[in-house]
Each structure stands twice: as structure tokens, then as C-alpha cells.
């Protein structure tokens, strides 16, 4: 779904988990609804969406820092 309203070229590439993932990122918001009266009130598409139109405001914009070039980034959990 994130491909399809980015409209990106980019490929989904799937690499082996680290040892400390979480391996569940869907939370169980019952305590939420019990507690608070809380329901989600946007659709995921929605949702997705405007957040891809707001990143897309960042772009380029001093509230979005640089990134080195991919190859001179340190590997991940490395420390330089």
C-alpha cells in the first residue's frame, strides 16, 4: 500500500530480523477503547496517506536534516 500512494519505483527488500526485533507491531488498543473511549477515527489509507504528504513537505526543508550518502553510513548497531 505504501508503494502504491508514494508512487515509488522503489522495491521492498526483506532482510533477516535483528536478534532484539519485535516480532509483533500490532498493538492491542482494548485499553485504550476501555479506558479512554479511544477509537481510531482515520482509515489506514488515509492515514498513510497524509503522513506520505506531510514527509513530502519535509523534503528539502530546513526541519529535515541531510543524510550522508548511503555507502558512507556506518552498518547498523555499528559505532564509528
Known amino acids: 500500500m505504501v508503494i502504491e500512494l508514494t508512487r515509488t519505483t522503489s522495491r ?11 516480532k509483533v507491531r500490532k498493538p492491542d488498543i482494548t485499553r ?9 477515527k482515520i482509515a489506514l489509507r488515509d492515514g498513510l496517506a497524509r503522513t506520505i504528504e506531510y514527509f513530502r513537505g519535509l523534503v528539502g526543508s530546513d526541519r529535515m536534516a541531510p543524510r550522508a550518502p ?11
Open 12 to 22: 521492498i527488500i526483506t532482510e533477516p530480523l535483528p536478534q532484539d526485533d519485535p
Open 32 to 40: 485504550a477503547r476501555t479506558m479512554l473511549g479511544w477509537d481510531p
Open 70 to 80: 548511503l555507502a558512507a553510513r556506518s552498518p547498523v548497531g555499528s559505532v564509528a
